[in-house]
């Protein structure tokens, strides 16, 4: 487990550096994430889905046979590759990190960003769900355009990560303000997408009734450790902007778009307490994650004065998070040993 905990401490150089020097801090993040994505892209037997995808990358396009469109013409073009599984992961990891990038280009302080995600969104999310990480890398890019007021940009990202992953598809309501407060200017466009939507559930309806069917009945569980811990963890997060909603809302209008999330918290989390959809609950929660990011670095950007101390409360949050997962977690044996195609752990 030694090489997960070095990547989880790495980021304190850019901690460190963005307290004495800030002319590195770039350049620190910049060799972390190069590193990361080695670290994620070519693993090698490592993680949830590793055998899975890598003894079931599919071999010959089939447009009308996957509902993840870009993720089925990624996979095929990794199985012709003479790369295999390794292009696959590394192209995702360069998503999600470059995302993670972009993300940090919104705060003064960004050490803070790479901590919160190395627990569940790299480990969990990156490394155990593959195509959900690319999904995830284009939904912080839409969130990202979305705070700098490039609404058309930052739909056309959270389309394009609905094609890696449709999971992704009730995140839209991030857009339903918008929609509202500009309808008649915008009315041809939303019938548009309206019209597109309806075809394309026509087209994939059968492919829909087995996506439901695999998550709502084959796999759900009627519990699930995970998925009521990372509930919680949304759940406290959702408090803690609750208190800080007006501070936030102040500083950037934009950021009401943190609502979406905490209402999806609390839907989850009803969700979970009174069904039996554990695994489609936990599915949808993983992306939570990214409203946690975006959260903890608006209230250091609030709280400059107190950096330190919010950065050390966030770290040993997130570093407990990290070693109960791997103490507890039903499925961490597949983490463990780490190998990497390239190099010998």
């Known amino acids: 487990m030694t090489i997960y905990f070095i990547f989880f401490l790495l980021p304190l150089l850019i901690f460190l550096s963005e307290i004495f020097n800030k002319k590195i801090v770039k350049f620190i993040i910049k060799l972390y994430l190069i590193l990361l994505c080695i670290f994620i892209g070519f693993r090698h037997g490592v993680g949830g889905d590793f055998y899975s995808y890598s003894l079931n990358l599919p071999n010959k396009l089939s ?5 993840n469109l870009l993720n089925h013409i990624l996979s095929v073009i990794s199985s012709l590759s003479n790369f295999d599984i390794y292009l696959y992961n590394f192209i995702c990891s360069l998503l999600i990190c470059f995302s993670l990038y972009k993300l940090s280009k919104l705060f003064e302080f960004k050490s803070q960003i790479f901590i919160i995600s190395f627990p569940i969104l790299i480990i969990i999310v990156a490394m155990g769900f593959t195509k ?3 999904s995830a890398a284009f939904l912080i890019l839409s969130i990202t355009y979305f705070i700098r007021e490039k609404k058309f940009l930052s739909f056309f990202m959270m389309f394009i990560g609905s094609l890696f992953h449709i999971a992704l598809i009730p995140f839209f309501i991030i857009y339903l303000k918008v929609i509202i407060n500009n309808f008649k200017k915008n009315i041809y466009l939303f019938l548009t997408l309206i019209f597109l939507l309806i075809v394309f559930v026509i087209i994939y309806y059968e492919l829909f009734q087995n996506y439901i069917f695999a998550y709502l ?3 759900s569980k009627p519990t699930s450790q995970g998925a009521l811990v990372r509930i919680f963890i949304s759940l406290y997060t959702s408090l803690i902007y609750i208190y800080f909603r007006k501070q936030i809302i ?13 209402f999806y918290s609390f839907l989850f989390f009803i969700i979970l307490m009174f069904s039996n959809f554990a695994t489609l609950v936990d599915r949808l929660n993983l992306y939570l ?4 990011v975006i959260l903890y670095s608006v209230i250091v950007e609030l709280n400059k004065k107190h950096f330190i101390l919010i950065f050390f409360y966030i770290f040993l949050i997130y570093g407990l998070i990290l070693i109960t997962w791997f103490l507890f977690a039903n499925h961490s044996f597949a983490w463990i040993p780490y190998g990497n195609v390239l190099f010998k752990f």
Request: no cysteine.
């Open 250 to 262: 102040n500083y950037n209008k934009n950021y009401y778009i943190l609502d979406y999330f905490v």
């Open 63 to 67: 447009i009308l046979g996957d509902l």
């Open 217 to 219: 009945i084959d796999d």
């Open 289 to 292: 994650v990214i409203f946690q």
């Open 132 to 134: 959900q990480s690319a």
